[in-house]
């Protein structure tokens, strides 16, 4: 995101974008197939969501139209995709659910401190992209808290014993007895057999969550480093020439 951050901001400053004015979904998907056929697979972006400036995807504003390598620019972070596993897919959405409203907010008053036709100001972007980490770790423990409420909601309890003594819920419940509980009850239409979904995956999502926010407290923005930031301007600059 905070590649976006700093692309949006260099668009202000050069006067081809006005400010933020809402996200929504991916527009563009650098891995290409259809994954909804399948359980065990999808498509992740990694950028929590597509910025609008000025009503629409900055891709497609229309001063970016004859300028196609800006525009191919605009479109690489918003692009990236990565195949994961169901569980990992959903931990993410919890977390665009938690944290994008705020993370939009830190964006547009970005945007609206950076003065149209004038030198970005770096510092500024700098700090946002901290601040911009910060939110990320807030993100990360409500939606982890999310995931644990609906969880219980839909009736899952975890089996922590006590002591190591302590007998699992089914001890001592031979094999017979099970099967014998689990034909009535699907003769009886008591049960179903369904697509695994969240209630299956334990607590996979929250432990996702949580090493997810360990990398990203111990990481560096990067574009934060001495010289990335400069390079990224110049690149903008270059493409925004190119009409």
């Known amino acids: 995101m905070s590649e976006i951050l700093a692309q949006a901001t260099c668009l202000r400053a050069r006067d081809l974008a006005n400010r933020a004015t809402g996200y929504g979904g991916a527009s563009f998907q650098d891995v290409k197939g259809d994954y909804s056929g399948t359980n065990r697979i999808a498509a992740a972006h990694r950028a929590l969501f597509a910025l609008h400036l000025d009503g629409v995807n900055p891709a497609n504003l229309p001063r970016i139209g004859a300028r196609p390598q800006l525009r191919q620019m605009l ?13 990992v897919n959903y931990a993410d959405q919890l977390l665009e659910n938690a944290v994008s409203p705020d993370i939009f907010r830190l964006i547009e008053s ?8 004038r030198p970005i100001e770096k510092s500024l972007l700098i700090d946002s992209m901290f601040r911009l980490q910060q939110l990320l770790h807030v993100g990360f423990d409500q939606a982890a808290a999310t995931y644990g409420r609906r969880q219980r909601e839909r009736g899952w309890t975890e089996f922590r014993s006590a002591t190591p003594s302590t007998p699992a819920p089914l001890a001592g419940v031979s094999d017979r007895e099970i099967d014998k509980f689990l034909d009535n ?26 090493l997810s926010q360990e990398i990203t407290d111990k990481s560096i923005p990067e574009l934060s480093r001495p010289g990335n930031l400069d390079a990224l301007i110049d690149s903008v600059d270059t493409a925004s020439k190119d009409a």
Do not use: C, K, N
């Open 110 to 117: 970005t945007l609206l401190r950076q003065a149209p036709g």
């Open 75 to 87: 479109r690489a972070p918003q692009s990236r995709t990565d195949l994961v596993i169901r569980p």
């Open 185 to 210: 009850a699907f003769e009886r239409g008591g049960m179903s057999i369904h697509v695994a979904g969240p209630t299956h995956y334990g607590d996979l999502p929250e432990t996702i969550l949580g």
